[in-house]
């Protein structure tokens, strides 16, 4: 899977949702974090990244407090919200429900049918 690869709407998200429940993170540690765990397969671009930041912290799915960053400047740290929590975990139990599902159809031979 290449480094451009689309996300399903809602994906991003999620990744994000997951990536905060880690550890307190500012914007670009959200990225490094979302394209370590996925072994680089991910690049987010950081014009995705902040709107979606923006929308999840209106929707107090996650929680922003300003600090300072490793190089010493201003930057807004974000963690994840009780109800960021519950949001995640049904999330990941609805895309790992869809993903059985799709692997469970493309594994389907003729014979099976």
Known sequence: MGKSADLLPGTLDMLILKAVSLKPLHGYGVLLRIQQISGDALEIPQGSL??????????????????????????????????????????????????????????????EV
Do not use: F
């Not at 902040?50 to 922003?64: D, F």
């Not at 960053?69 to 960021?84: E, F, H, M, Q, V």
């Not at 999330?91 to 599902?101: I, K």
């Open 50 to 111: 902040y709107p979606a930041l923006y929308r999840l912290e209106h929707q107090e799915l996650i929680a922003a407090e300003w600090g300072v960053s490793d190089n010493n400047r201003r930057a807004k740290y974000y963690t994840l919200t009780s109800a960021g929590r519950q949001r995640l975990q049904q999330e990941t139990e609805g895309w790992n429900r869809l993903a059985s599902a799709i692997a469970l159809a493309l594994n389907t031979t003729s014979e």
